[in-house]
């Protein structure tokens, strides 16, 4: 879920010393950015709000990297659902995000997701309504309330009896419905001290709420809430703090920091390299090049070379960047992962010392 509150702050315009970030200074068809994951931030020092700041994030260390790219929707697997889209974005080979530009901004079409409910089907959720609307340009003081709704639709077939059985009638159709209600105002401008350079930024602070319910229609009522009977394991509310750093000089943000309030420290925290082009010939990171499964995993952890990527080395990662297993592989790899702890985890993929794939699963 943590990709997918990360892509939505993505929407987001702005105003810097008479410079307007609107969707011109956005990601582009045909660009990239590496993500560089640090935990060693002062939550004291990106929280400084006003005007004339100087935020100082000059000495944080890399830790996980991802890939993210931006690229015609015609390439993505369900780019015919959204025909409008100018673009998806397609991050270190994992999830699918639907973007239409324009010069009022920049608008979210839909975002489908892989079914947290049944490893061996994939689910195509949708964002209702289609299009997630943004203001642009954001002035310091300007404030913006909104709300989306991710819907996976579970067919009634892949839920077990002992599951249907808990539920005082019979549905004819499950859904699983998770509300995220932001709260985001554009609070400081300044300077942004990063790795290697310096950026003129607007900061953005966004209050996240996210609510997950199990939904059931059924004849006569429509759909109904049942998370009382039904449990799908995503817990029934989440609250996260995104503080992010935009500039027009950047394509995308230049750094994001996530803060959960009930650890009180940065979670989440990314910085990000220049914006570049794609090469014509660049699919290393791409979802087709390798197939792991099944996701999320459980015991054991499968990896599939495809199109003749050949990976010989895997390392898989927790969220902090600790390697926690490194092994080389051949194709057709089966890998224990028993004594993982439930959570997110980064598996990175090799060949010849050089990384081709990076992808994200879930640990039940």
């Known amino acids: 879920m943590k990709f997918f509150y990360t892509l939505l702050s993505i929407v987001f315009a702005g105003n810097i010393f008479g410079q307007t970030i609107n969707s011109t200074s956005l990601p582009k068809v045909n660009s990239e950015n590496s993500y560089y994951s640090s935990l060693n931030t002062d939550l004291n020092e990106i929280s400084k709000i006003g005007n004339g700041q100087t935020w100082d994030i000059s000495g944080v260390s890399g830790g996980i990297t991802t890939q993210t790219k931006y690229e015609l929707p015609v390439k993505g697997n369900y780019g015919y659902l959204y025909p ?38 994939i689910e195509k959720g949708e964002i209702r309504p289609p299009i997630f609307e943004i203001k642009t340009p954001m002035n310091v003081g300007d404030q913006l309330n909104q709300t989306a709704y991710l819907v996976i639709d579970i067919p009634v077939s892949i839920i077990p009896d002992s599951l249907l059985n808990t539920l005082p009638i019979k549905p004819d159709s499950l859904r699983l419905k998770i509300t995220t209600k932001y709260n985001y105002e554009c609070t400081g401008s300044g300077i942004l001290k990063c790795p290697g350079k310096d950026f003129s930024v607007l900061q953005q602070i966004a209050n996240i709420t996210t609510i997950s319910n199990a939904e059931a229609k059924v004849p006569f009522l429509g759909w109904i809430d049942v ?7 995503l817990g029934e509310e989440d609250l996260i703090t995104n503080i992010t750093f935009w500039s027009p000089d950047h394509v995308g943000y230049v750094a994001q920091f996530q803060v959960r309030p009930d650890i009180k420290d940065i979670v989440v925290a990314k910085y990000t390299t220049e914006g570049t082009l794609l090469k014509s010939n660049d699919d290393q990171y791409t979802s087709s090049t390798i197939e792991i499964f099944p996701n999320p995993i459980s015991t054991e952890l499968r990896i599939k070379n495809v199109e003749g990527h050949v990976a010989d080395f895997v390392k898989i990662n927790s969220i902090d960047g600790t390697s926690l297993i490194e092994k080389q592989i051949n194709n057709n790899e089966v890998i224990n992962v028993s004594r993982l702890n439930p959570g997110l985890y980064i598996v990175n993929l090799y060949q010849n010392g050089q990384v081709i794939a990076i992808k994200k699963v879930i640990k039940l």
């Open 84 to 121: 409008q889209a100018t673009y998806f974005i397609n991050e270190g080979g994992d999830g699918e995000v639907y973007y239409k530009s324009d010069d009022t901004g920049l608008k979210l079409l839909g975002a489908p997701s892989p079914s947290f409910i049944n490893p061996g089907i």
């Open 227 to 233: 998370s009382n009977f039904v449990d799908f394991g």
